[in-house]
């Protein structure tokens, strides 16, 4: 699983994109993973404004993931 | 239609020659550049944060959209993404129809939603530092106005 962080988030987490060797089942699985390991970046994911992409399409709520999944954590954009 | 996201400069000029020739039965052209803005100096550099197959598919997904409102014959975007000079062309857009109204329409609505909705991430940095920037309230409003 890939894990992607646009915008504030990825200078939130130190990070821009990262592999998930053992992959959650779910959204909340992943969310709950991520803000274990760094919590100042857990409350950063459950911000305002902050949506999710699971292969390339917004959700909403949780979702089930796939081992093969792109998740992106997109904070809120700025247009172009 | 095309949509194009990309690192690389682009040549405004060439982009309206190549877009507007041979086309016999369009009558009107309209494009609009957009380019970075230096600020007086508080802007040295900006960077655009895209997510590309993401990104482009959603700036498709409003290019279809006001080809489809306005019918016109076609439609292109191209958008940079990546580091940005001032003074260096960001966004370029072109729409052609029959008539000149739907042109200049098109063009207007197609900039608004991309200044406000595109999912781009957008950072200024200058000598006081960086700063993140989202959408000013004029920008969303000027979005609305083709809701």
């Known amino acids: ?80 | 239609m095309t949509v194009r996201l990309q690192t690389e400069p682009f040549e405004p000029g060439a982009l309206l020659a190549a877009f507007s020739s041979g086309r016999a039965e369009t009558g009107a052209v309209v494009t609009f550049t957009g380019i970075a803005r230096a600020a007086k100096g508080a802007v040295e550099r900006l960077e655009l944060e895209a997510y590309p197959g993401f990104t482009d598919a959603e700036i498709a997904r409003m290019a279809e959209a006001a080809k489809a409102r306005f019918a016109l014959d076609d439609v292109l975007v191209v958008h940079r993404h990546g580091p940005i000079a001032p003074g260096e062309a960001i966004v370029f857009v072109a729409t052609a129809a029959s008539h000149r109204r739907a042109a200049f329409e098109a063009a207007d609505q197609l900039m608004d939603y991309l200044k406000s909705r595109a999912p781009f991430w957008k950072k200024e940095h200058g000598p006081g530092g960086a700063r993140w920037v989202e959408p000013t309230e004029t920008d969303l409003r000027d979005a609305e106005r083709w809701d």
Do not use: Y
């Open chain 1, 1 to 80: 699983m890939r894990v992607l962080l646009f915008g504030r988030l990825s200078d939130a987490a130190g990070w821009r994109e990262r592999i998930v060797e053992t992959p959650p089942a779910t959204l909340s699985a992943l969310r709950a993973m991520l803000a274990a390991e760094d919590s100042a970046l857990g409350e950063a994911l459950a911000g305002k404004g902050v949506q999710v992409a699971v292969d390339k399409a917004i959700v909403r709520g949780d979702a089930p993931l796939s081992a093969g999944a792109e998740v992106a954590f997109l904070a809120p954009m700025s247009g172009g």
